[in-house]
């Protein structure tokens, strides 16, 4: 069973921009404990508009004799900042204002963000993260952790994701803030500001997420005699009242698809080659055969600047939220990999 906290950092917390937050809250989970040698934790990061749940979103990963065990292992998964599941984010309450963010969020990079869980890491008295794992924007925090801490983790998997934000995803992520923008309540200081735009930003995402091949088998029609009200149509209104019903606000999508574009573990690191030449932890990196956001190459060159990394490919039909439903094959890879 999840145990739920959150972290309070009630000092300045300076970020990579110039700009800080007054200070900041974490929501996080824990599954299972922490052992006295101090060498179990698993550390999941999420992605984009998911939460600190994991147990919840990557069914199938987490549980008694699942692949990651809280009767033996030590479980963490915080959410993160700018986001809307219990961490500061835009509709929190400002100290210096006494009034929510709202537009007014400072812009998160992946660093700022791998900054705010490594406070939480101290916080928790963890010396040493076991594997620390992610995929999507997940897998870029799980990446620059390493990079900025090389001595404390001593593996590091990643799932379908990068080393640098690739001109094709910062592409589809402005089409899905334009889609926000032209919402007409977006520039109002209002917490469901720009909902109608949130839907449509979310059901852009998911052709980016899926593939032709995926829609042409799930939202194919039974007759050829259809002139309108299609499948496909339904599917994607389907998709953006879907996050809008969990809650899920316009600042927040917003602002982290600022962050998922800011990756880049090169800058100020002489490139990206010299940065992953600086991660010690033992690396697996994973990619989804038909994944058109972040396709497998990118995962395969990762695992090819990273000494002695291993680099695998799942063949899936569901592109790039092949991360989240292959869990299986993803499981399999896995403890391929650990026994090695």
């Known amino acids: ?39 179990n934790v698993i ?10 749940d994991a147990e919840n979103w990557w069914p199938g990963l987490i549980g008694k004799d699942k692949l990651f065990d809280p ?46 869980l490594d406070l939480l890491r101290q916080h928790l008295g963890i010396e040493e993260i076991h594997t620390v794992m992610g995929g999507s924007l997940g897998g870029q925090q799980a990446l ?15 799932v379908a994701s990068n080393a640098k934000s690739s001109p094709w995803g910062i592409a589809f992520r402005e089409s899905q803030r334009q889609a926000i923008e032209a919402d007409p309540t977006w520039k109002q200081s209002i917490p469901e500001v720009g909902m ?19 829609y042409l088998q799930s939202q194919s029609e039974d007759s050829d005699n259809k002139v309108d009200d299609f499948k496909a149509s339904s599917y994607q209104r389907y998709q953006g009242e879907k996050l809008a019903n969990r809650a899920f606000n316009a600042y927040s999508y917003w602002k982290l698809s600022k962050t998922m574009d800011s990756h880049n573990a090169g800058r100020n690191r002489g490139g990206v080659d010299k940065a992953l030449s600086q991660i010690k932890a033992k690396t697996l990196t994973i990619g989804i055969s038909s994944d058109m956001l972040f396709p497998a190459s990118e995962s395969e060159f990762i695992a090819n600047n990273i000494m002695g990394a291993t680099y695998e490919e799942i063949d899936s039909l569901y592109g790039h939220d092949g991360f989240l439903i292959e869990v299986p094959k993803l499981t399999e890879i896995i403890q391929r990999f650990y026994s090695k």
């Open 71 to 116: 009767e033996k292992q030590f479980i963490v998964c915080a959410n993160i900042p700018g986001s809307c599941y219990g961490s500061t984010g835009p509709l929190s309450i400002s100290p210096e204002t006494g009034k929510p963010f709202y537009h007014t969020f400072p812009f998160l990079t992946v660093r700022d963000i791998v900054g705010t």
């Open 196 to 214: 109608e735009g949130l839907k449509v930003a979310r059901s852009i995402a998911l052709l980016s997420y899926r593939n032709y091949v995926t």
């Open 144 to 158: 620059e952790w390493s990079v900025i801490c090389p001595d404390r983790i001593k593996h590091l998997i990643m």
């Open 43 to 52: 550390w999941i990061c999420h992605a984009l508009t998911a939460n600190a």
């Open 1 to 39: 069973m999840a145990i739920q906290n959150t972290f309070k950092h009630n000092q300045k917390y300076e970020l990579e921009s110039g700009g800080y937050l007054p200070s900041f809250e974490l929501a996080y989970h824990t599954y299972g404990q922490l052992n006295k040698e101090k060498n």
